[in-house]
């Protein structure tokens, strides 16, 4: 009954925007950490963000500091990514994970995560 489930993917032309969600069932996000990865064809899976539980520090991938932002609606039990001033190399498949009790200070590994969405497809294309 434990699972999270990401939405808001699609197609969006280069500088556009999209707002990707991932939401939980079955616990409550406040209690994690959340991180956002993804992963295009070909490549490794790398690390976009991370928001602490209850309140600690998020962080961003260089990459998309200034353009994505990390937020949390405790009362919808939803973690947000807005995504702006896309670019191509942002499509990817982006998956939401949940690590229980963490800071994100100053990254998480993936094995602290005990919880993974089963991902949404960004496609960043004129």
């Known amino acids: 009954q434990l699972q999270l489930v990401e939405s808001g993917g699609g197609l969006v032309q280069p500088g556009g925007s999209l707002r990707l969600s991932c939401a939980a069932s079955?616990?409550?996000?406040?209690?994690?950490?959340i991180g956002w990865f993804r992963q295009a064809p070909g490549e490794e899976r790398e690390g976009v963000s991370c928001?602490?539980?209850?309140?600690?520090?998020?962080n961003l991938a260089g990459s998309v500091k200034g353009r994505f932002t990390i937020s949390r609606d405790n009362a919808k039990n939803t973690v947000y990514l807005q995504m702006n001033s896309l670019k191509p190399e942002d499509t990817a498949v982006y998956y939401c994970?949940?690590?229980?009790?963490?800071?994100?200070?100053?990254?998480?590994?993936?094995?602290?995560?005990?919880?993974w969405g089963q991902g949404t497809q960004v496609t960043v294309s004129s």
């Open positions: 994970a949940a690590a229980p009790g963490r800071l994100c200070v100053p990254i998480l590994y993936e094995y602290e995560y005990d919880y």
């Open positions: 079955g616990f409550t996000l406040d209690y994690y950490a």
């Open positions: 928001i602490s539980s209850s309140g600690g520090p998020t």
